[in-house]
């Protein structure tokens, strides 16, 4: 980020990256909602991928898949005598096989007999590892598809997490730049905040706060003072 994000630089070049920044936020403000659209289309398509593996998955076990875990909860907490172990259901670890040898008359003889499977004790523990993981990130994704859209339609949320996570910055430059800006905006500021220096954050802020206040913005039609929509 320009080595903004340390803050250890002399202070002419500073100026200068400071300038820079300022300078593209100023020319390009309210034109980021695209770019930032397609970030959270990515988080949604997270969300469906991973649903979407979940019912792979559970066409692949015949229907038994998305219900697994419950059922081994289920099992570890039932009595002994009464519980069924599903995973055995879904990974056997006996079967019955069938070989053909040559006897001693030189005839292909058959064999039945019963086949140890003990790659199933792995693959039983792969599973349930792969369901809990499965459900731990979509609901994860999930909130975080709900905290977007939050984001998305209240600009008040907007402010408030600019207040709460860049508490150098003045409120009332970050209610107007909020105000004169849209959601695509209040997202590059938020990560241009994550990742360079508090300070040198703070001074780019409140500078464009500050150019904000002393022109009438060309892009921003129909401004009447309140918090604008994304």
């Known amino acids: ?4 994000d ?26 980021h909602n695209w770019w930032a659209y397609k970030y959270y289309l990515c988080e949604v398509l997270a969300l469906v991928n991973v649903i979407g593996q979940m019912f792979l998955m559970n066409r692949f076990f015949d229907g038994a ?3 697994f875990g419950f059922e081994v909860i289920s099992f570890l907490d039932s009595d002994q005598e009464d519980r069924l172990d599903p995973m055995i259901q879904i990974f056997p670890r006996m079967t019955k096989c069938t070989f053909y040898k040559y006897g001693v008359s030189g005839e292909v003889e058959r064999h039945d007999a019963i086949c140890i499977l003990p790659l199933n004790v792995v693959n039983e523990k792969i599973y349930v590892f792969l369901w809990f993981w499965f459900i731990i990130l979509g609901i994860l994704t999930l909130f ?13 949320m907007r402010v408030y997490l600019l207040r709460m996570r860049f508490r150098l910055i003045r409120q009332d430059a970050i209610d107007l730049i909020v105000r ?4 695509g905006d209040w997202f590059l500021f938020y990560m241009l905040g994550e990742n360079v220096d508090s300070i040198i954050f703070r001074d ?23 918090i604008q929509e994304a």
């Not at 904000?212 to 892009?219: G, P």
């Open 65 to 67: 898949f998305l219900t």
């Open 180 to 183: 004169r800006s849209k959601m």
């Open 1 to 4: 980020m320009m080595d903004l």
């Open 204 to 226: 780019v802020m409140q500078e464009l706060a500050n150019k904000l206040n002393k022109h009438n913005f060309h892009h921003v039609g129909g401004f009447k003072g309140d």
């Open 6 to 31: 340390i803050g250890i630089c002399s202070d002419i070049e500073k100026k200068q990256k400071k300038k820079l920044m300022l300078d593209y936020l100023w020319e390009n403000l309210r034109y």
């Open 144 to 156: 975080t598809v709900i905290y977007r859209i939050m984001i998305i339609f209240s600009p008040r």
